[in-house]
């Protein structure tokens, strides 16, 4: 299979936090304890100041989900994006409240696994970090020419 060049797609940024950027959550309670709680509580519908919701992060990780694999069909396509891309994708596949407490890892370097069609995305596998594996990152047993 042939290697494919990266491309880079805004649709799969990370959520746009407004005024709370480059805050730590200390600032962020001390100076908006109120946006701050709604933060906290994953108020669906709650933009920072400049921000976006979760209910526009999850449209907008649909919408670029849908475009991507249906100019792709049949094909293997890769996705790499933050956390919060991550979480949406396994709501939609899982068909989760976008305000619902996370109960499902969202790994660093893990491996998530879905299967996309017009209607549906499903999860055929998540959170997938057996490449990460001490006895595979063993370097001494592969063989130098």
Known sequence: MPARAVQLHTGLRERGFGTFE???????????PEASLRWKRRDPDFAP?????????????QRTVNEIASQHLGELIVLVAHGGVMDMLYRLAT??????TRTWELG?????????APDALTLVGWADTHHLDEGVL???SVVSH
């Open 22 to 32: 480059g805050q730590t959550y200390a600032e962020i309670e001390a100076q908006w």
């Open 49 to 61: 100041p400049g921000g976006e919701t979760p209910v526009q992060v999850h449209a907008r990780v």
């Open 95 to 100: 068909q989760q409240p976008i305000g619902s």
């Open 108 to 116: 660093n370097a893990a491996i998530n696994r879905l299967l996309w």
């Open 138 to 140: 063993d370097d001494s």
